[in-house]
Each structure stands twice: as structure tokens, then as C-alpha cells.
């Protein structure tokens, strides 16, 4: 097999293929964008008979684009992360392991609680009625309302720093992991709750070794969702701290003085770091389920 | 086929495991029935309207007998079993188990129940799985082995203990969950069609060793099946079925002698007892026309 056929064969091609798309598009979109501007820049300069190819090259490289080019992003990424000290307010590596810090911490509590919730739910007919209704309205609210007011409170009352941010996470993470182990802790078959039946085990018995091991697969269905909104949960809740440090500061900052560049980089650090952490959640699954017998 | 290893086995490991007593609902004397079934009835409330799944059951089983179920599809042997097992509960009639209620016997783990369909755990492997009604029992790691390995060899699984369930074929995960429902070493089986989904030569191998076992333990047996052999191969009395309402058409009982071998599937004896549960099932049918 020649190195191109096995390309071709695999995952990579499409993947390479698609990812050149993107930027291409990105490229026209930032050209066709940035033109206006730069046609008004020539105006003011009295300056006529631009060629095509000037006005390309200038509205690939203007300092507050509208859309930034990819390369620009790309530097930025570069001279923000491996040329900037980690410990430098002004690396992205710095601000992107606030923010992370933020969505572990959220995740982590939202996880707990999103999974205590649905053992809650499943086991009492009482709290289902009560409860699901209340975890369903409080994803309707929108969180960009209250996200000021929970950090505003939880100040108020002595709390800051990590924690209300990791809140904010909490409160978008939990929700996909509740739904999802309940769906989950209630999809035994009959027959295999029936078995547990004729060993008279109890109800904890009947959880860990029949409700439990059925749910792990949607659990972590749950959790690759939980860990995304955990992200966005963070960024949302960085920006009403007054934008001093993380990803959401940098977004908050960037477009308080017009850098879109520097918008476009937090940007992209965030979904990288969306993609790292999704994947790694990913990863352990793999490795639970096959030890569990279960992945194909 | 003279092979006798399921009790050598037996034996062996009851040197090292003492089996727990028995429950403390048994009543004393010998005249109280292991089921005692009194005008039982039950009926399914569906969208449909009323199922009359059993009606009027009349039926007692003492212990050490082994009874089975035999009747056309949908006549209401799972339900009666399940009835039994404590797992459908009965609309009118009495029911004791074990000289007690369904229920209480079954708090008791007073019976082992082979389901229809093998109901493996699939991500637990052969050995776990049969490891999860001792584990629930309380049963220490040695004697979970000890009693893994018995049964496991009993069934001839012994090299597949390590295996999931998907690696086995169909009959191969039935035959696991035989060895499951044996390993909690109940007085009272519970058999829902277990040989069901096995070739013939199994199903004879099989056969030959569930009657070893019971001959042997004085076990009492519920044993529901579609074959004619099978049921009068196995059986102390058998209980013929016909469906809607389900209901008992006739009881046989057997005077096979108590040990048995394959060969008197040929007997005269054999199969005239075949031949009265054939005529039952016959006429069970012919109701419905
Ligand atoms: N949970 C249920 N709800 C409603 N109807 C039921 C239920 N379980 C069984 N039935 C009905 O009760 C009747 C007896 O069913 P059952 O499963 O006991 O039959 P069976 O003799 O075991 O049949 P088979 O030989 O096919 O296993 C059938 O008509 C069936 O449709
Ligand atoms: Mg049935």
C-alpha cells in the first residue's frame, strides 16, 4: 500500500480536506469583509487606481480587521503562547489555564450533582415529580442573566475567586448529566431487574451492580456535553468579574478596544481547548468501557 | 451416556462448602406441599381489556418431586412460574411457597429461577456473572470459586469462564445462566424453558445431567418446556396446560422409576405417558376451534 492510498483510506485526507476548505472560506470571508475599509482608507488618502492585488495584501493584514486573516490569528496564537512567559498577564496560556482551572472545578461539581440529582429522581416518584420539572426551567433561563447575579451574590456573601465562576459551569453542566443518567439508570430490561427481583437484593445492590454499569455508557455521553458547557459556562462567567484574567477576559478585552485579533485567538484557544477536553473524556471512556467488556 | 460428574463434582466441593440451612419457613411435617396452589387466578389489566393469563389453578408439588409445564404458546406456564417466583402476584385463589408467601420465600432466596432468555449481565464475564447471586448472598471469595468451578464444569463452560457473554453462542449463554440459577443451590428450581435454544445432542446431555442432579439432591424441580420427552424424560408429574383462560387441562402423574437413563425413552411405559400428554395438548387446542 503507497503512503497516498493509505491516506486516502483513512481518516486524514477528509480531515485535511475539510480543514483546507475552512480556511479558504475563512480567506474570501476576510477579504470580502475587510474590503470596505480598505477601499474607505484609499478614499481618505486620496488615493486612486488601487490595484486588485494591493487591496488583497492590505485587507489581509489590517491591524483591527473585521474578520481576521487566519495567519494573523495563527500569529497572535504563536507570540501569545510560545513567545509570552506563562506567568505573563498577556499569555493566552496563562488566561486559557484560568479558564480551564474554572471548567474542571464546575465540571467536576456539576457531574456530582447532576448524576445525585438523577439517582434522586429515579428512586423516588416524589422527587421526579417534583424535581425534573425544576431541572428542565433552569435551563430556559438564560444564563447570560443570571450569571452577573450569581457572581454578584456569591461575592456579596464573602465567596470569590474560582468558585463563582466554576458555578456558572456547574450550572450548565449538571443538566446534561442528570438527564442522561436518568435515561440511563432507567434503561435496564425488565428481565435483568426481574433476576435482581429473585435475589431479593436491595435497592443499593440492585444500583451498583445492575442501574450502575447500564448507565456508565450515557454517562459519559453526558459528560462530553457537560464538559463543553462547562467551558462556556467559565468564559460567560469571566466576563462580568470585570474581564481580569481568562479566555472570557481576553474576548471581554478585545472587544472593549476593537482587537479582534486577539478575539479571534481566544476564540480558537477556547474550542481547542473544548476539543482537548472532550476528547479526553472520550479516551477514558474507551478505556472503562473496554474493560467493561463493552466497546465494539 | 452414563456419567455421573455432576455429582462427583458435588460432592467434592461439599467437603469445602457448607451449604446454608434451609429456610426457616419450611414447615415441620412432610405432608406441607413445597407449592401449595389454591383456585389461583390472574388476570392482566392491558389497553386491550382483561387478559385472563391463569384461571382456577389447582396444583400442589411436594418436595423432591419434579414437575413440569407443558402446553401450547401463550397458555400461561411463564405466568405461573412467575407467580411462583414472586414475580406476577396473583388477582384471586392462595398461593404458598414453602408454606409461606411468595413473597416471604422469595426474601428468603428460597428458589433459583432460569429465565426464558439467558439475561446475562454483558459486561460482566461468564464467571462474574454467575458470581452475582453469591456476591449478593454475601458469599466469601473461596466459596464463590469453589461453587463457580462446580457449576461452570457441570454445564461444560469451564473454559469459557473468562469469556463475555457476546463470545458465546446462543445456547452456550443459556447453558451460563443454568449455571448461575445452580450455583445459589436452591432446594426449589425454577425452569423456564432452559433448554429451549439448544440442539438436540445438548439438550439430551443436558437433560441426562439436570435429572442426575435432581436424583441425586432431592431437589424439588418447575421445569417449563414444548417437548414431549423432555417432560416425561424428566418429570414426576406433568402438568398439561390449555390456553384461554390458561388453565390446567390434566395431570399426570409419572410412575417412571425414580432413576432414569436416556435409553428408556424407548420403553412402552415412556411412551404411553408421551402419548397421554400428546392427546392433552390436543385437545387443549382443540378448544380454541
Ligand atoms: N405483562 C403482561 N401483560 C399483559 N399480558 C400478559 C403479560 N404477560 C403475559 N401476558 C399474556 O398472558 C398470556 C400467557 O402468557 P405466558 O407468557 O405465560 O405464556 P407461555 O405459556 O409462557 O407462552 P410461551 O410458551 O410462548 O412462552 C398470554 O396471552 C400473554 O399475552
Ligand atoms: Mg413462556
Not at chain 1, 467559565?234 to 478585545?254: F, H, K, N, S
Not at chain 2, 411468595?102 to 449481565?121: H, I, K
Not at chain 2, 438436540?200 to 441426562?208: A, M, P, T
Request: glycine share 8%; with cysteine.
Amino acid at each position: 500500500m503507497s503512503p497516498l492510498s493509505r491516506l486516502a483510506a483513512g481518516t486524514t485526507l477528509p480531515v485535511v480536506t475539510v480543514v483546507i476548505a475552512i480556511i479558504a472560506i475563512w480567506y474570501v470571508a476576510a477579504v470580502a469583509l475587510n474590503a470596505p475599509f480598505q477601499r474607505d482608507t484609499y478614499e481618505r488618502a486620496k488615493q486612486t487606481d488601487v490595484p486588485f492585488s494591493q487591496l488583497l495584501s492590505d485587507t489581509l493584514v489590517q491591524k483591527r480587521p473585521v474578520l481576521p486573516a487566519p495567519h494573523q490569528v495563527a500569529t497572535e496564537i504563536w507570540q501569545t503562547t510560545v513567545e509570552k512567559k506563562i506567568t505573563s498577564k498577556r499569555s493566552l496560556v496563562f488566561h486559557a489555564w484560568i479558564t480551564l482551572s474554572t471548567t474542571l472545578l464546575g465540571f467536576l461539581i456539576g457531574t456530582s450533582l447532576g448524576v445525585l440529582i438523577a439517582v434522586g429522581i429515579v428512586h423516588s416518584g416524589v422527587l421526579d415529580k417534583s424535581l425534573m420539572p425544576w431541572v428542565i426551567a433552569s435551563q430556559t433561563i438564560p444564563i447570560l442573566a443570571i450569571a452577573p447575579m450569581i457572581i454578584v451574590v456569591l461575592n456579596a456573601v464573602g465567596i470569590s475567586g474560582l468558585l463563582p465562576k466554576a458555578m456558572i459551569s456547574t450550572y450548565l453542566a449538571f443538566f446534561p448529566v442528570t438527564v442522561g443518567m436518568v435515561k440511563g439508570l432507567r434503561s435496564p430490561e425488565i428481565i435483568h431487574l426481574d433476576l435482581m427481583h429473585t435475589y431479593s437484593a436491595s435497592r443499593l445492590e440492585t444500583f451498583f451492580k445492575l442501574r450502575l454499569p447500564y448507565a456508565l455508557p450515557f454517562l459519559f455521553t453526558s459528560m462530553k456535553i457537560g464538559i463543553a458547557a462547562s467551558l462556556v459556562g467559565a468564559i460567560i462567567g469571566e466576563l462580568p468579574t470585570g474581564a481580569v484574567a481568562g479566555l472570557g477576559a481576553r474576548l471581554l478585552a478585545g472587544s472593549y478596544y476593537g482587537q479582534t485579533v486577539q478575539i479571534w485567538s481566544a476564540l480558537i484557544m477556547a474550542s481547542v481547548l473544548a476539543g482537548c477536553l472532550v476528547g479526553m473524556i472520550g479516551l477514558i471512556e474507551k478505556n472503562v468501557l473496554k474493560r467493561m467488556g463493552m466497546a465494539a | 451416556m452414563e456419567r455421573f460428574r455432576g455429582n462427583e463434582v458435588n460432592t467434592s466441593v461439599d467437603n469445602t462448602t457448607p451449604t446454608p440451612s434451609p429456610s426457616p419457613h419450611v414447615g415441620g411435617g412432610r405432608s406441607t406441599p413445597v407449592i401449595d396452589i389454591q383456585n389461583l387466578s390472574l388476570t392482566f389489566e392491558t389497553n386491550d381489556g382483561p387478559v385472563h393469563a391463569l384461571s382456577d389453578i389447582d396444583l400442589k408439588v411436594e418436595k423432591g418431586e419434579f414437575v413440569s409445564f407443558i402446553g401450547p404458546s401463550g397458555c400461561g406456564k411463564t405466568t405461573l412460574l412467575r407467580v411462583i417466583a414472586d414475580l406476577e402476584k396473583k388477582t384471586a385463589g392462595d398461593i404458598t411457597v414453602n408454606g409461606t408467601t411468595p413473597e416471604n420465600a422469595r426474601l428468603d432466596r428460597a428458589y433459583g429461577y432460569v429465565f426464558q432468555a439467558a439475561a446475562l449481565y454483558p459486561w460482566r464475564t461468564i464467571e462474574k456473572n454467575i458470581a452475582l447471586p453469591l456476591e449478593i448472598m454475601g458469599l466469601t471469595r473461596k466459596e464463590q470459586t469453589a461453587r463457580i468451578d462446580k457449576v461452570l464444569e457441570l454445564v461444560e463452560l469451564a473454559d469459557f469462564s473468562q469469556k463475555f457473554p457476546w463470545q458465546l453462542s446462543g445456547g452456550m449463554q443459556q447453558r451460563a445462566s443454568i449455571a448461575r440459577a445452580l450455583a445459589v443451590e436452591p432446594d426449589l428450581l425454577l425452569m423456564d424453558e432452559p433448554f429451549g435454544a439448544l440442539d438436540e445432542i445438548v439438550r439430551d446431555h443436558l437433560n441426562d445431567q439436570l435429572h442426575q442432579l435432581w436424583a441425586k439432591t432431592n431437589k424439588t424441580v418447575v421445569f417449563v418446556t414444548h417437548s414431549i420427552p423432555e417432560a416425561v424424560y424428566l418429570s414426576t408429574k406433568i402438568v398439561v396446560l390449555c390456553p384461554r383462560p390458561g388453565r390446567i387441562y390434566d395431570v399426570i402423574e409419572s410412575d417412571l422409576p425414580r432413576q432414569r437413563t436416556l435409553d428408556l425413552r424407548e420403553s412402552p411405559e415412556f411412551l404411553r405417558i408421551a402419548q397421554r400428554v400428546r392427546e392433552g395438548l390436543k385437545a387443549g387446542h382443540a378448544y380454541d376451534d
